[in-house]
């Protein structure tokens, strides 16, 4: 499997998403592409990885017009081979347990058994997804091995998301291009594939209480959301071979939802559910900040 982690201007998440990758996938390819970065620390990071890992910066002559994160999708999937597997993160995740070649192995025989699978996600289900009622129809399918999501809304997540495993032989099957947008791939996937594929034992997940961007802005709105959510970076615990075990043999099947499994390294406790936004229920802030960008544009 080869794996693509997406970066811009957060050098420790990079940092801590990629040793993370070291260690529990280290037979894996590793290519990170990054959106052209200023952030001198974050530069630094990358010129460190770059002495173990293929790097790509907006700025090198890769071939591929890169720009924004769903135009890197697209030139991680072209630079990707004819017939294996990628799974994209982000630098503001991390892999949370180890992948065994029988993990690899069964990823692909999930694609093998469902023609009709285009994404499984590699995340552990956000506790914030199971706010409202709604929203709570996980089903698990016994003849795939999968969960399965069936929220009453067309949501992003249901046939697609941004962490992803997928197959590059079945996505140029169907010619696949990513689009700009979540919604607008979770639309686009919708018409050829059927529902995203969600583990019994995940592998990877979102920081909690993660700094973010938006079109590579911070707005004064966004920074006090930060700071009002107490964001900075809280890595996860790895977890251990019998408690993935534990997950992968649970009867009934376990929805691995990531504030019950998962711990934050070094004890720390955070409020639950996670938030993964810094202006999540902020709807003031969300006004103001598209005002500013507005503004400066």
Same mark, same amino acid.
């Given at each position: 499997?080869?794996?693509?982690?997406?970066?811009?201007?957060?050098?420790?998440?990079?940092?801590?998403?990629?040793?993370?990758?070291?260690?529990?996938?280290?037979?894996?390819? +590793?290519?990170?592409i990054?959106?052209?970065?200023?952030?001198? /620390?974050?530069?630094?990071? +990358?010129?460190?990885?770059?002495?173990?890992?293929?790097?790509?910066?907006?700025?090198? #002559?890769?071939?591929?017009? !890169?720009?924004?994160?769903?135009?890197?999708?697209?030139?991680? *999937?072209?630079?990707?081979?004819?017939?294996?597997?990628?799974?994209?993160?982000?630098?503001?995740?991390?892999?949370?347990?180890?992948?065994?070649? /029988?993990?690899i192995? $069964?990823f692909e025989? *999930?694609? /093998?058994?469902?023609?009709?699978?285009g994404?499984?996600?590699?995340?552990?289900?956000?506790?914030?997804?199971?706010?409202h009622?709604? #929203?709570?129809d996980?089903?698990?399918?016994k003849a795939? #091995?999968?969960?399965?999501?069936?929220? %009453?809304?067309?949501?992003?997540?249901?046939?697609?998301?941004? +962490?992803?495993?997928?197959?590059?032989?079945?996505?140029?099957?169907?010619?696949?291009?990513? /689009?700009?947008?979540?919604?607008?791939?979770?639309?686009?996937?919708? %018409?050829?594939?059927?529902?995203?594929?969600?583990?019994?034992?995940p592998?990877?997940?979102w920081?909690?209480?993660?700094?973010?961007y938006r079109?590579?802005q911070?707005?004064?709105? !966004?920074?006090?959301g930060?700071?009002?959510?107490?964001?900075?970076?809280?890595?996860?615990?790895?977890?251990?071979?019998?408690?993935?075990?534990?997950?992968? $043999?649970?009867?009934?099947?376990?929805?691995?939802?990531?504030?019950?499994?998962?711990?934050?390294?070094?004890?720390?406790? +955070?409020?639950?559910?996670?938030?993964y936004?810094?202006?999540?229920?902020?709807?003031?802030?969300?006004?103001?900040?598209? !005002?500013?960008?507005?503004?400066?544009?």
């Open positions: 499997m080869h794996i693509f982690v997406f970066s811009y201007n957060r050098g420790p998440f990079l940092d801590n998403c990629i040793r993370s990758i070291e260690e529990c996938a280290p037979d894996c390819r +590793l290519t990170v990054d959106d052209g970065s200023d952030d001198g /620390e974050t530069r630094a990071v +990358l010129e460190r990885i770059g002495e173990r890992h293929r790097v790509i910066s907006k700025t090198a #002559d890769s071939g591929h017009k !890169l720009g924004g994160l769903y135009a890197n999708m697209q030139a991680a *999937y072209e630079l990707a081979g004819e017939d294996e597997l990628i799974c994209f993160l982000q630098d503001d995740t991390q892999m949370v347990r180890r992948l065994t070649a /029988e993990d192995r $069964a025989q *999930y694609f /093998e058994r469902e023609p009709k699978l994404f499984i996600s590699p995340a552990f289900v956000r506790g914030i997804s199971l706010k009622a709604a #929203d709570r996980f089903r698990f399918d795939s #091995d999968l969960w399965f999501w069936y929220p %009453k809304k067309r949501s992003t997540g249901t046939w697609f998301s941004a +962490l992803l495993i997928a197959s590059t032989r079945r996505l140029r099957q169907v010619n696949w291009q990513f /689009e700009v947008g979540e919604s607008v791939n979770n639309r686009q996937a919708g %018409k050829v594939f059927c529902r995203m594929g969600r583990l019994r034992a592998f990877a997940m920081l909690p209480n993660g700094r973010a079109g590579k911070k707005s004064l709105a !966004l920074r006090f930060e700071w009002r959510r107490r964001c900075g970076i809280y890595p996860l615990e790895l977890m251990g071979a019998a408690d993935v075990a534990k997950l992968q $043999a649970a009867e009934p099947p376990r929805l691995p939802v990531a504030e019950e499994i998962l711990q934050l390294r070094g004890g720390v406790r +955070l409020k639950v559910p996670w938030t936004d810094p202006m999540q229920g902020a709807s003031l802030l969300k006004l103001l900040d598209r !005002l500013e960008r507005k503004l400066k544009h």
